[in-house]
């Protein structure tokens, strides 16, 4: 019988390994500042182009490798950093898997050029796909310069799936900003396409903090100490009335390296509570000290998810920090404990009797019904009772065989005598329920709503002039680099669509309008809840940006339609869907109405 286990030949071991580290040109640039890191440099640029997709480049004032150390860091498994397996409980530089450069190797070209300070000259070493092409002295600064090539270049398929530059930026930016943010006393750079995005000083982390997102943040942040013999940890929290909408400004460290941690976020929002409006995210910059035995940081490749021995005597104390933190600048109002026996709470007596307050209420009163003639266009309301309403759905029982299904659903009966226009019932501010000839159709009237401004918005764009209405008062945004890059790509996008928007450089922007029709209460919270919309949106295959844009706005704009409607709102609400090119699903692809059959309906009251 012929053996048929073969060894996968190392480029193949590589590139497969690759698979785990490298996703996307990030996690290059995260590997090799974190190498330079490791390597106790001073300074550290990092250039991309065209959002890395062409090159990225690292350069660092470390170390420097020599030149069998230059050949020997591709390998996999090549780590200066462990040398036996107790080494992996104690560690403090941030790689140790000797993976990453083996990785990016694989799947890149790779020229590499080092110089270890004490040397003269250096070595300068070219790989591509895992191959090595040439090795050769040179002379170059002390310190190591990594350029790394047409990545994914013989992996087809990783390639096409990378995103938008757009994105992808994006996803270097998070990724430069938490080594930034680790390492305050770096000097860092981060370019792209010769555009310098981050020129960072060396400083303490506030001035870091500064330097990354922006001026404003000096008033917003609140120092946080505390130190136990579990933990250390000190950093910044963001006032509440800072809180944004949109999160993207919270972090934490361990032991000086980003980590993501659902579970103390969680803590930390339940510091908060109460203290925040719904739906926004305070800041935060938390830095944890502790033993590295206590932690295993192996459990993700990444190394971004990092498990603790003691996570819930942890959360207690996190929680304690904030707490503290936001009592001691006065966010919080304080107990005064020496107020000892001073109860505010009227006590009541057993046999007090407490009156339900009278309300007077004209239940005929209905702010849409015009007497006179309907001047505004809108069909006249004809004010039935509930109770009728509700007869005349049950009355409507002719069945007829119509099967069920999006593809059947057609619109109520206009025009229809039998139909009341009272026929519209609201269910908790969000359902609308109508009759049709094979039974109830439920409308979601938020998705609804969603459907009809976005096509809207498609409409207004198509036409080159989006509606807008000017506001009184333009609100000035000082934004992060990252939602500022954002919202300088959609720009043009927004104006079409009624937001006509600023640009006075140096991440602020000011919003003058928003688009006609909608409710715009504080324009900066709209701004900043389609920011974290359109960023989450990812961009469906063969789609265009605008509409992306007008899907995300669309979703931004509906959240505040879950209210109460009188049943002439119902009734436009429902023409002007039906009116749309798909009246099905919203532009996600959410279903937004369907069909409660009769027989269904029948059978259930059996
Ligand atoms: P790891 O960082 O897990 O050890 P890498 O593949 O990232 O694995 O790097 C392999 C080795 O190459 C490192 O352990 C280090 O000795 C060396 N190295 C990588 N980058 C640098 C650098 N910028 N300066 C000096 N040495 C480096
Ligand atoms: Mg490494």
């Not at 698979?19 to 440099?41: C, F, H, M, W, Y």
Request: aromatic share 8%; charged share 25%; hydrophobic share 35%.
């Amino acid at each position: 019988m012929t053996d048929i286990i073969q060894l996968l030949p190392d480029s193949v071991a590589n590139q497969i390994a690759a698979g785990e580290v490298i996703q996307r040109p990030a996690s290059v640039i995260k590997e090799l500042t974190e190498n330079a890191v490791d390597a106790g440099a001073g300074e550290i640029d990092v250039i991309v182009k065209d959002a890395g997709r062409t090159s990225i480049q690292v350069i660092d004032n470390g170390m420097g490798m020599s030149d069998t150390d230059a050949r020997l860091c591709f390998e996999r498994h090549a780590t200066s950093k462990i040398k036996k397996s107790d080494d992996l409980f104690e560690i403090r530089t941030m790689g140790f898997r000797g993976e990453a450069l083996a990785s990016i190797a694989a799947i890149a070209q790779v020229i590499l050029k080092s110089r270890k300070p004490d040397e003269e000259i250096g070595t300068e070493i070219s790989i591509s796909g895992s191959e090595i092409e040439y090795q050769s002295p040179v002379s170059c600064a002390a310190g190591t310069n990594i350029l790394v090539r047409n990545l994914f270049f013989n992996v087809p398929a990783r390639r096409k799936f990378l995103k938008s530059n757009q994105t992808e930026l994006k996803h270097i930016i998070n990724e430069f900003q938490h080594i930034a943010l680790a390492h305050p006393e770096i000097t860092f750079s981060l370019s792209n396409n010769d555009t310098v995005i981050f020129q960072l000083p060396e400083g303490n982390i506030k001035q870091r903090i500064m330097h990354l997102f922006g001026k404003q943040m000096q008033s917003n942040l609140t120092p946080l100490h505390s130190k136990t013999s579990l933990i250390t940890i000190t950093g910044f929290i963001g006032k509440p009335e800072h809180a944004k909408k949109t999160t993207g400004e919270q972090f934490f460290f361990i032991n000086g390296r980003f980590m993501r941690h659902p579970y103390f976020h969680r803590a930390v929002m339940r510091s908060y509570e109460k203290l925040l409006p719904q739906d926004t995210y305070p800041s935060y910059f938390l830095y944890f000290d502790s033993d590295p035995g206590s932690i295993d940081v192996n459990i993700h490749p990444t190394k971004t998810e990092i498990k603790f021995e003691n996570e819930q005597a942890i959360f207690q104390i996190l929680q304690a920090a904030i707490r503290e933190a936001l009592g001691k600048s006065n966010l919080i109002p304080s107990i005064d404990f020496n107020n000892e026996g001073i109860i505010d709470i009227p006590v009541l007596k057993r046999d007090t009797r407490i009156n339900v307050p009278q309300i007077e209420v004209d239940r005929e009163y209905n702010p849409f019904r015009h007497d006179s003639t309907d001047e505004t266009g809108l069909r006249l309301y004809k004010n039935k009772p509930l109770p009728d309403a509700w007869e005349a759905l049950y009355n409507n029982s002719e069945s007829e065989e119509i099967p069920a299904g999006i593809a059947t659903i057609f619109p109520p009966e206009d025009g229809d005598e039998t139909q009341s226009r009272s026929d519209y019932i609201q269910l908790k501010n969000r359902y609308i329920l109508t009759t049709v000839k094979s039974g109830i159709m439920v409308i979601d009237q938020k998705l609804a709503y969603e459907r009809i401004f976005y096509e809207q918005l498609i409409r207004s764009v198509a036409h080159n002039q989006g509606l807008s209405q000017m506001q009184l008062y333009p609100a000035r945004m000082d934004l992060d680099t990252e939602h500022y890059l954002l919202i300088i790509e959609i720009k043009d996008d927004l104006a079409l669509m009624g937001i006509d928007i600023s640009d006075l450089g140096k991440n602020t922007v000011v919003v003058n309008s928003c688009p006609a029709g909608v409710e715009c209460q504080d324009l900066k919270e709209l701004i900043e809840a389609l920011l974290e919309e359109y960023k989450n949106t990812e961009q469906k295959v063969g789609a265009s940006a605008t509409k992306t844009v007008a899907a995300s706005l669309a979703k931004t704009v509906s959240t505040s339609f879950e209210k109460k409607l009188f049943a002439e709102e119902m009734q436009q609400l429902v023409d002007e869907l039906f009116a749309c090119e798909n009246p099905n699903y919203t532009p996600a692809g959410k279903r937004i109405l369907s069909i409660l059959r009769t027989e269904e309906l029948e059978k259930y009251l059996k």
